[in-house]
């Protein structure tokens, strides 16, 4: 029996942009949830403004992914449209990099020893991972 990879890529790409839509919603409160708030009043304030003005500019950024993955994830998941194959690889780019930030750019103080920070690190970091291989699957995948 031969799996149908289309429909499938479609599904995923829609539950991606259900996914990204969250990760957007949530970025915008992230400082609220994370309890940064005081600490961000400490900054100075050129660097604060700059840490709320890149907030918002990766919402939008995340919210785009969802949006433009909602709309064509029919096209992505074809690849009949070129314009839909370089939106998925450079979608797939995003992710990939942002997975492999999880581990590289955040000190490891930040987790080790607590358990549910480990194991929402170690969440994290295959989720942006999936959301890589799924968009490069729409890009590259031979159907």
């Given amino acids: 029996m031969e799996w149908e990879t289309e429909p499938l890529l479609e599904l995923g790409l829609r539950l991606a942009a259900v996914a ?12 609220r949830l994370m309890n940064w708030r005081a600490d ?50 450079l979608i797939g780019v995003f992710w990939s990099i942002r997975s492999i930030m999880q581990w590289t750019h955040y000190s490891a ?7 549910v920070r480990t194991a929402l690190h170690a969440l994290l970091f295959l989720g942006y991972g999936a959301l890589g291989l799924l968009y490069f699957a729409a890009a590259f995948l031979d159907r």
């Fill in 20 to 31: 990204q839509f969250a990760i957007a919603l949530i970025n915008l409160s992230l400082e």
């Fill in 40 to 89: 961000v009043e400490r900054m100075p304030l050129l660097i604060r403004e700059v840490f709320r003005v890149h907030v918002i500019f990766i919402t939008i950024t995340v919210a785009t992914f969802a949006l433009l993955t909602w709309r064509f994830a029919r096209e992505m998941a074809a690849r009949t449209d070129p314009a839909a194959v370089w939106i998925s690889a």
């Fill in 109 to 115: 103080i930040h987790w080790h020893g607590q358990h």
